[in-house]
């Protein structure tokens, strides 16, 4: 094949981005949620006794916590180590990490007077270590860069809830009994959404995705009218960046085609739902990424290797699939697991 034939198909530096577009690729591109982290000794030796809030202030350390992954499993994008929370607890909100637990707010929003204590983020006085990180990661990388976000339900659930909770009810009896409340809420969540994603993008990402990890709580007629109108502003007003969207929540299965309709160029699945199954749901005229059951990652390799083998053969070589996990990397994760996961995928889908 000519130089120009092999460019035509890309390489490692750019099979993720023409896979988010459909457009032909060398090998499936991978890369995995939650890649930076405590599954790393690296990680935790890097991290020492600081949380994820204190270290994504230092943007030498979110560089260098960004980069082990990508050294050393070989995967074919990097996603900014930093939280969904960041952008809140650089916007006054209190946020504390607790150790084992996640995200805790000691004093939550869910009355009206509690709204104006959600003021509109300034990226670059509020976060400038963010987007000094994305800076000097764009000059040090060989593989994409991925901005993110949580999306507007996933972060109204922490501050509704006050700490990490499940199936997350206050949440959703704010949204059904307070209706003025709740889009109040998201009105301010999205604004902070779209100003975060918009610098990032501006200080060089190449793709972003939206974290709605815990949409999945909803039914379609509750996500078509309490959060769909927001994710659609968000994804619309980042149309013009022409950088690839990517839309991800957990337990999405009856949500797939509405995530697709709020404007994502790439709908992340998590393993729930088989990812042909998921596919058609999404529609053919967008990209998928997922979707390998991330406790798979905790069994022997054999098990690992039939169940990756399954998403591929899901995925029957279609343009516009990114292979990763249904959610994120678990903490007890053999690193050796996840690279031969890598070597894995990119061996058997070689075009
Ligand atoms: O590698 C990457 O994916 C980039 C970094 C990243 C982190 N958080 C670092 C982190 C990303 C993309 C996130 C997103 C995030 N944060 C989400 C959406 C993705 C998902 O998993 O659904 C959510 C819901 C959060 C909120 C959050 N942050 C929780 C619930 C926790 C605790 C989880 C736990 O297992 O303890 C965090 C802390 C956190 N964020 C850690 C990391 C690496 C682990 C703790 C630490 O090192 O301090």
Redesign the pocket.
Known sequence: MSAEGVSEVAGASDRFLRACRREPVDLTPVW???????YLPE?RAA?ADR??LQ?SRIPEMAVEI?LQ?VRRLGVDAA???????VPLAATGVEVR?A?????VIDEPIRAPSDLSRLRPLDPDSDIPFVLEAVRMLRRDLTVPLIG?A?GPY?LAS?LVEGR?ARDHPRTRALMHGDPAVWEGLLDRLAGTVLALLRAQVAAGAQAV?L?D??VGDLDPGDYERFVLPWVSRIFEELAPLGVPRIH?G?GTGELLALMRAAGADVVGVDWRVPLDRAWDRVGRDAAVQGNLDPAVCLAPWDAVERKALEVLRRADGRPGHVFNLG??VF?QTPPETLERLVDLVHSRTAR
């Open positions: 995995f949620m939650r890649q930076a982290g405590r990680y991290r949380d994820v270290m960004t992954p996603i900014l180590y930093s939280d969904i929370m990490m150790p084992g637990l996640g995200p993110f949580g996933t922490y990490p995705q974290f990890s815990w991800f957990v959610h994120g903490p």
